[in-house]
């Protein structure tokens, strides 16, 4: 898996996200989430993948098994290189997800990796505790989570820099910690609760992080991606 920082293209339109891209002389790590695909569809998977750009599609599905393994039939002959879903659609749905993803690979290429997502970084432990009616730590829910997406067979989960190390101790090194919520120090947190800088990131056990607005806001999106780079690989 490639472990470049992964850029969140978090644009509204193709124009936006090709404006930003031309600005790069070598093969990115790019996020295509729910507001983009959304309004360009998988043409714009297609597109980005003509340019030799890496793809994680952040779709993060959450459905009855038989939906979400047929919606990952589909999505897997885009030739993506990681997607995601969430882990509470329980261990069939995931199981479903992967036999999907498996299914839909074309001969001779590799499967997509396969990620769940545990708690979302925007979400706090109040607020798992009082909407969810999780009676656990957020730790404890997340870990919960990450155990249950390894017994399913898939490749890793989306956590908060927090919980990558103990998710490591209890799964494995080799199970994928991808982490959102980076900040530059100083950064401003947005509607991320939960977030750590690039190199606090790689310390505390994240194996692939995710930084959108650092990046893609900065007056030089160029020299900013490389500042994060240098930190994530300072490491």
């Given at each position: 898996m490639n472990n470049k920082p992964i850029i969140a293209l978090d644009f509204p339109?193709?124009?936006?996200?090709?404006?930003?891209?031309?600005?790069?002389?070598?093969?990115?790590?790019?996020?295509?989430?729910?507001?983009?695909?959304m309004q360009e569809g998988p043409s714009i998977v297609n597109k980005i993948k003509e340019q030799g750009h890496a793809i994680f599609l952040d779709l993060?599905?959450?459905?009855?098994?038989?939906?979400?393994?047929?919606?990952?039939?589909?999505?897997?002959?885009?030739?993506?290189?990681l997607i995601n879903v969430?882990?509470?659609?329980?261990?069939?749905?995931m199981e479903g997800a992967l036999e999907g993803l498996e299914a839909g690979t074309t001969a001779g290429n590799k499967r997509p990796a396969l990620i769940?997502?545990?708690?979302?970084?925007?979400?706090?432990?109040?607020?798992?505790?009082?909407?969810?009616?999780?009676?656990?730590?957020?730790?404890?829910?997340?870990?919960?989570?990450?155990?249950?997406?390894?017994e399913a067979g898939l490749d890793g989960v989306v956590c908060s820099v927090h919980e990558a190390q103990a998710i490591a101790e209890v799964c494995g090194e080799d199970f994928l910690r991808v982490t959102p919520g980076i900040r530059m120090l100083g950064g401003d947190a947005h509607d991320q609760k939960r977030i750590a800088t690039p190199d606090g990131a790689k310390r505390d056990g994240s194996s692939l992080i995710v930084v959108g607005r650092a990046i893609t806001g900065a007056a030089n999106p160029v020299e900013a991606y490389k500042e994060v780079c240098q930190l994530w690989e300072a490491q």
């Open positions: 339109s193709e124009k936006e996200v090709f404006n930003f891209l031309q600005k790069f002389n070598e093969p990115l790590f790019v996020k295509v989430g729910m507001e983009l695909y993060k599905l959450h459905d009855i098994p038989n939906t979400v393994q047929s919606a990952m039939k589909g999505l897997a002959r885009l030739g993506i290189d969430h882990a509470a659609g329980g261990r069939p749905m769940a997502v545990t708690q979302l970084t925007s979400t706090t432990e109040e607020q798992m505790q009082v909407e969810q009616k999780i009676v656990l730590s957020l730790q404890e829910s997340v870990l919960h989570y990450a155990k249950l997406t390894k």
